[in-house]
């Protein structure tokens, strides 16, 4: 089965400094993986994703992750944090049956210090 | 830009009542899923639909219902609602069996008392 672990439910950092959120992802089929972002009561948005090809993937606002298949990961990165980037990010791996189901990991929950 | 957009906000019902979640998407796409969302489980997928009329089981669908009449909506139902429901429901859809990224709507946060 599929399967996506968050490190951390709760990031906290610094205005300007990296940011660095962690996703592991288990799959029995080739994973595409995702990242989504959730602002305060809205829906979920897509930052970027990783299906086939480089393994780096460059997403809006600034955000980037890297697909490490030895190491199952599809971390979430930004050199500066900024104020806006404030909310709860989901890390996402394609599901396994048919069709375009994905399960989400827990959630992280960025907050931004000034 | 799609856009999938969800009947109502904020929603307060009482227990016992039944109650309906209205989802509509404008991209003619195939696929449409109901999630909800509570703190520290993240998304769990209620139910699910690959075409018109047809409907699968996600991960908790005990209480919920679905219906698919026409392929831009999709509704949710909870046929007799628990305090237990009280969550936010996102809803998403996607273009077809074989693209996997989903567009979510705003969610309804649903209240029951």
């Given at each position: 089965?599929?399967?996506?672990?968050?490190?951390?439910s709760?990031?906290?950092v610094?205005e300007?400094?990296?940011v660095?959120?962690r996703?592991?992802?288990s799959?029995?089929?080739?994973?595409?993986?995702?990242?989504?972002v959730?602002?305060?009561?809205?829906?979920l948005?897509?930052l970027?994703?990783?299906?086939?090809?480089?393994?780096?993937?460059?997403?809006?606002?600034?955000f980037?992750a890297?697909?490490k298949?030895?190491?199952?990961?599809f971390h979430?990165?930004?050199?500066s944090?900024?104020?806006?980037?404030?909310?709860?990010?989901?890390?996402?791996?394609r599901?396994?049956?048919?069709?375009?189901?994905?399960?989400?990991?827990e959630?992280?929950?960025?907050?931004v210090?000034? | 830009?799609?856009?999938?957009?969800?009947s109502?906000?904020?929603?307060v019902?009482?227990?016992g009542?039944?109650?309906?979640l209205?989802?509509?998407?404008?991209?003619d796409?195939?696929n449409m899923?109901?999630?909800r969302?509570?703190?520290?489980?993240?998304?769990r997928l209620?139910y699910f639909?690959?075409?018109v009329?047809?409907k699968?089981?996600g991960d908790?669908p005990?209480g919920?219902?679905v219906?698919r009449?026409k392929k831009e909506r999709?509704?949710?139902?909870?046929?007799?609602?628990?305090?237990?429901?009280t969550s936010?429901?996102?809803c998403?859809?996607?273009?077809?069996r074989?693209?996997?990224?989903?567009?979510f709507?705003?969610?309804?946060r649903?209240?029951?008392t």
């Amino acid at each position: 089965a599929q399967s996506v672990t968050q490190l951390g439910s709760h990031v906290s950092v610094s205005e300007g400094a990296l940011v660095l959120l962690r996703c592991n992802y288990s799959s029995s089929v080739p994973p595409y993986l995702f990242w989504y972002v959730q602002y305060p009561n809205q829906g979920l948005q897509l930052l970027l994703k990783y299906t086939t090809g480089a393994t780096l993937v460059k997403g809006i606002n600034g955000f980037e992750a890297e697909f490490k298949k030895s190491e199952t990961s599809f971390h979430l990165t930004k050199p500066s944090a900024h104020m806006s980037d404030a909310a709860e990010y989901f890390c996402a791996v394609r599901g396994k049956t048919s069709g375009s189901r994905l399960t989400f990991g827990e959630g992280t929950q960025l907050t931004v210090n000034p | 830009d799609v856009k999938v957009t969800q009947s109502s906000r904020y929603l307060v019902k009482r227990t016992g009542e039944k109650v309906f979640l209205e989802c509509v998407q404008d991209m003619d796409h195939e696929n449409m899923f109901w999630y909800r969302q509570d703190p520290g489980l993240g998304l769990r997928l209620i139910y699910f639909s690959y075409d018109v009329k047809m409907k699968e089981k996600g991960d908790i669908p005990e209480g919920y219902s679905v219906s698919r009449e026409k392929k831009e909506r999709f509704s949710l139902i909870l046929e007799s609602a628990s305090t237990n429901q009280t969550s936010m429901y996102l809803c998403a859809s996607s273009l077809s069996r074989v693209t996997y990224e989903q567009y979510f709507g705003p969610g309804t946060r649903l209240t029951v008392t």
